[in-house]
Every structure is written in structure tokens, then in C-alpha cells.
């Protein structure tokens, strides 16, 4: 079945960096754009960056711009983001997730969680 | 870029219908059909409910409907159930070819 696997989550302190991957299984994954998505304990929904299905095009929230680097690797079907000076507001489950059809994020990864912290 | 609005909590009693509103701008609700909802909850992964403003994804239940009128999208629960308690998020693309998610909606069964 079409699945999402999230990883790479843990505890890093303010300024460190840290990479999520996110393995997809069941699906065509080089013909599909891909997008991480963030919720901050006990808060909405914040879409992140998207990655087109051939690498070719990517596109960033203002609040990561500069800063995180979303990637895939289509011959491993695995899709990163690379997180680089992060920062306490950085705290938050991130998932990803497949673009099914424009703007319809289906299925989402189960979600891995970011704690930045001293 | 803020957050579309939806109102942060809405309730109703079983069998009854309820509809949740999300409202943006020219530049994401209002200038594309590329408007989405998701179920999420607590715990759980969000999972897509209606795309592209009115489209249902095969396994959703008929019970969810999705509509637009200039940049204001809802989405409409009718025949209410236990189930349907959770949190639901509107998502939108934008001319910057980002995404932006709604404030979310807490959904309430009586």
C-alpha cells in the first residue's frame, strides 16, 4: 500500500542542525511532488516546503527560507530536509507528505518530532 | 504569509450538519480551485477529506462536501457522527506557489 515512513527526529540544541528523511513505499515516488509540513505541540498546521517530483523546482515558507533544504534522492524513493541553524520555534512534529493532485496532500508520513533545546 | 481563518470551534449533535469555514485572499482561496480540507485527530496524521474544493477522495464518506464562494471555502458535515469529532484544517495554494493551511477547527459532537 501507498505508505510514508518519517525519521530523523530528536532532541538538538539551538544553532545545530539535524536531517529528516522520509521513505515512500507502494507508489511511483519520481513522479509525485513532495512537501514537509510542521504542527508545533498543541498548535495548526504550517506547510514547510514542497520539492517537485523530479527535483527540479523547490519552494519554502518564509519562516525556514535560508535556512532549511528540502531534497529527494528518487533512487532510494526517499525524500530530506535538511535543517541548519535551528531555533526553538523550530519545535514541532513534521511530517511528510505526497502531492496526490495540486494542493491535496495524501498520504501524509506518520510524523517524526523536532525538540530544539539547550 | 498569516494563516487562513477558520473559526476555532464548532459544534453540533448527531444527525445535524455543520459547516466550517476558511477565508483567505485573491492571491490563495479566492484566485485557484485548489482548495483542500483535512481530519486530524489527536494523535493521528492528517488525512485529506475534499480537494480541489469539491472533489472527494475515494474511501471518504459522501457525509463531507466542500464549496468556494469568492475567498471564502467551507465545508459542510452533514448527518453528524461520534467519529466526525476532530480537529480540521483548510489548506490553499497561493501565487507564490507555496501552500498555507488554515488556523484549524475544532469539531465538536454534542
Known amino acids: 500500500q501507498v505508505q510514508l515512513v518519517d525519521s530523523g527526529g530528536g532532541v538538538v540544541q539551538p544553532g545545530r542542525s539535524l536531517r529528516l528523511s522520509c521513505a515512500a513505499s507502494g507508489f511511483i515516488f519520481s513522479s509525485y511532488g513532495m512537501h514537509w509540513v510542521r504542527q508545533a505541540p498543541g498548535k495548526g498546521l504550517e506547510w514547510v516546503a514542497v520539492l517537485w517530483y523530479d527535483g527540479s523546482t523547490k519552494y519554502y515558507a518564509d519562516s525556514v527560507k535560508g535556512r532549511f533544504t528540502i531534497s529527494r534522492d528518487n533512487s532510494k524513493n526517499t525524500l530530506y530536509l535538511q535543517m541548519n541553524s535551528l531555533r526553538a520555534e523550530d519545535t514541532a512534529v513534521y511530517y511528510c507528505?505526497?502531492?496526490?493532485?495540486?494542493?491535496?496532500?495524501?498520504?501524509w508520513g506518520q510524523g517524526t518530532l523536532v525538540t530544539v533545546s539547550s | 504569509q498569516s494563516a487562513l481563518t477558520q473559526p476555532a470551534s464548532v459544534s453540533g449533535s448527531p444527525g445535524q450538519s455543520i459547516t466550517i469555514s476558511c477565508t483567505g485572499t485573491s492571491s490563495d482561496v479566492g484566485g485557484y480551485n485548489y482548495v483542500s480540507w483535512y481530519q486530524q485527530h489527536p494523535g493521528k496524521a492528517p488525512k485529506v477529506m475534499i480537494y480541489d474544493v469539491t472533489d472527494r477522495p475515494s474511501g471518504v464518506s459522501n457525509r463531507f462536501s466542500g464549496s468556494k464562494s469568492g475567498n471564502t471555502a467551507s465545508l459542510t458535515i452533514s448527518g453528524l457522527q461520534a467519529e466526525d469529532e476532530a480537529d480540521y484544517y483548510c489548506s490553499s495554494f497561493t501565487t507564490s506557489n507555496t501552500r498555507i493551511f488554515g488556523t484549524g477547527t475544532k469539531v465538536t459532537v454534542l
Open positions: 507528505a505526497r502531492e496526490y493532485s495540486n494542493n491535496c496532500f495524501d498520504p
